[in-house]
Structures are given as C-alpha cells and as structure tokens.
T-cell receptor
C-alpha cells in the first residue's frame, strides 16, 4: 500500500526568505499524481501545486515550486519570497490513477509552517 | 462560481442525535467525496460518488450514509452520533473520476467542525 511521509512536523521561515518542505512516498507504481495542499487557520484545504509522475519537469505555480525526484520518491515543496499569508499547515498527498473509482487521496500528516516577520 | 460549499460550519450534537452535513458544488463535477480529518491521522475517506445516483464506501464508512440525487449535492448523514465522530469533515469534488491530472484534481469545501458530546 502507498504511504506518504512528511518528516518535518514544524518549520519556520523569515518573511521574504525561501523554505523547503519535505515529502517522501512509497509506491510500486510508475505513474501517479502528487499534490501539495495548504490548510490555513480557516481550515480550508487549498490546492497549492500538483505533479504527474511521468512528467519529469518540476511543476511551478508563482512562488511555489516542487523538486520531484522520482527515483528517490521525493516531492518537496519550495516556497520562495515567503509571505505572512503562507503560514499554514501543508499536506502532501498521493493518488494512484489505478485506484478504480475510489479516487482516494493518501495523505501525509502535514508540516506546520510559521512565517516570522 | 462558489466552488464547493458546506453547511453548517460548526455543529454540536448529543450522543444519539442524527444530522445531515450539506455539501454542494456548482462546477458540474462528477466526482464528490467526504473526508474526515483527525489529529495525527490525516484525512480519511468516508464515502464517495462518481456521479448522480452512484455512491460507494471509502475506508471509514461506518455510522455514515450518503446519497447523490443530483450532480450538485452530496449530503452526509450521521445516523446516531457518537463521540468518536467528533472531527472536521471535508467535502471535495473533481471534474471526473478518471481522465488525467486536471480532471482528477480534488477541490475542497471549507469544512464542518462537528463536536459530539
């Protein structure tokens, strides 16, 4: 069964600096989808960025980018020019396209990011 | 375009009471799902639906019922509330149940916080 591990329960970064959040996963599949979601104090789960495993090019969304290392099964999130509004819990999630109709996302336990002014 | 909406935002129930958590989306998404979020356990799939009239169980379905009479609405019913159902509940939807990363990316509602005494 697939698993997702976020090894950093808490991280902090100074405003305007860059921070990288780690995510590793375990799977025997060759194609799959990976996501980063952000959960601010409002509890809303917001999609940050997504990546398809067979695409080697790292995804980017404005200040957010990923470092996808398929062989190492690593999917880290880099936040550049950190802003106070980036403070949130960040979750890494995995989904198999072969999950039938279940379409379950497999979640890490999250990394709490604090942004210091 | 409101996206995924959930009501209520917060609810307190007594053990044994029943209630319905509402979820609606206006994006014409075929796939809808319910997750619960508990500390230290990540998000777990309760029930899901791949289209109107079609529902199925996720990994923690006991104590919950769902129905999908329209594409837009996917209510979650607690039959007889128990303290173990104290949690934050998220509804999510995606364009399709399959078909690629864009179609299968799930978008979340703001959540319902439920406290069962």
């Amino acid at each position: 069964a697939q698993t997702v591990t976020q090894s950093q329960p808490e991280m902090s970064v100074q405003e305007a600096e860059t921070v990288t959040l780690s995510c590793t996963y375990d799977t025997s599949e060759s194609d799959y989808y990976l996501f980063w979601y952000k959960q601010p104090p409002s509890r809303q789960m917001i999609l940050v960025i997504r990546q398809e495993a067979y695409k080697q090019q790292n995804a980017t969304e404005n200040r957010f980018s990923v470092n996808f290392q398929k062989a190492a099964k690593s999917f880290s999130l880099k936040i550049s020019d950190s802003q106070l509004g980036d403070a949130a819990m960040y979750f890494c999630a995995y989904r198999s396209p072969n999950a039938g109709n279940n379409r379950k996302l497999i979640w890490g336990l999250g990394t709490s990011l604090a942004v210091n002014p | 375009n409101a996206g995924v909406t959930q009501t209520p935002k917060f609810q307190v129930l007594k053990t044994g009471q029943s209630m319905t958590l509402q979820c609606a989306q206006d994006m014409n998404h075929e796939y809808m799902s319910w997750y619960r979020q508990d500390p230290g356990m990540g998000l777990r799939l309760i029930h899901y639906s791949v289209g109107a009239g079609i529902t199925d169980q996720g990994e923690v379905p006991n104590g919950y019922n769902v129905s999908r009479s329209t594409t837009e609405d996917f209510p979650l019913r607690l039959l007889s509330a128990a303290p173990s159902q104290t949690s934050v509940y998220f509804c999510a939807s995606s364009l399709r149940a399959s078909g690629g990363l864009r179609q299968e990316t799930q978008y979340f509602g703001p959540g319902t916080r439920l406290l069962v005494l």
